[in-house]
């Protein structure tokens, strides 16, 4: 089965079961749906700074358990660091680089709701249905 990154956004709009996640599941169902440890890091600091009770975190604990989640290595840093340098005119978030670089890292396309966010890095595939 194919893989592909979600961003940390179309997550979110499946935790939160966002209209949105209706129009991204058609672009992730029959595929192996994987993160960045760095979505993961992200999701949770959201739960804690809006305060989430034990059923919403629970809900988002099932749904990061249900998704493969690349963790960093050696050569996920390297190309961090190829992505930061790409980007030096046109500077991109550290977790966004993060992101961009476990999608190029793994060789998966990366699903997005941002697209702009990870413009003009080499090699990496956007899928989007942001206008």
């Given at each position: 089965?194919?893989?592909?990154?979600?961003?940390?956004?179309?997550?979110?709009?499946?935790?939160?079961?966002?209209?949105?996640?209706?129009?991204?599941?058609?672009?992730?169902?029959?595929?192996?749906?994987?993160?960045?440890?760095?979505?993961?890091?992200?999701?949770?600091?959201?739960?804690?700074?809006?305060?989430?009770?034990?059923?919403?975190?629970?809900?988002?604990?099932?749904?990061?358990?249900?998704?493969?989640?690349?963790?960093?290595?050696?050569?996920?840093?390297?190309?961090?660091?190829?992505?930061?340098?790409?980007?030096?005119?046109?500077?991109?978030?550290?977790?966004?680089?993060?992101?961009?670089?476990?999608?190029?890292?793994?060789?998966?396309?990366l699903v997005t709701h941002n697209p702009a966010d990870f413009a003009h890095i080499p090699g990496l595939t956007v899928i989007t249905e942001a206008p």
């Open positions: 089965m194919t893989i592909r990154l979600l961003d940390t956004n179309v997550v979110s709009y499946r935790v939160r079961r966002h209209t949105l996640w209706a129009v991204y599941r058609r672009h992730v169902v029959g595929y192996t749906q994987a993160v960045s440890f760095q979505t993961v890091a992200e999701l949770y600091e959201w739960a804690d700074r809006n305060q989430w009770g034990g059923a919403k975190r629970a809900f988002l604990d099932t749904v990061i358990r249900s998704l493969l989640v690349y963790e960093s290595d050696d050569a996920l840093c390297r190309r961090w660091a190829e992505v930061r340098a790409a980007r030096r005119t046109q500077p991109i978030a550290t977790d966004d680089a993060w992101i961009a670089a476990t999608a190029l890292a793994n060789g998966v396309e």
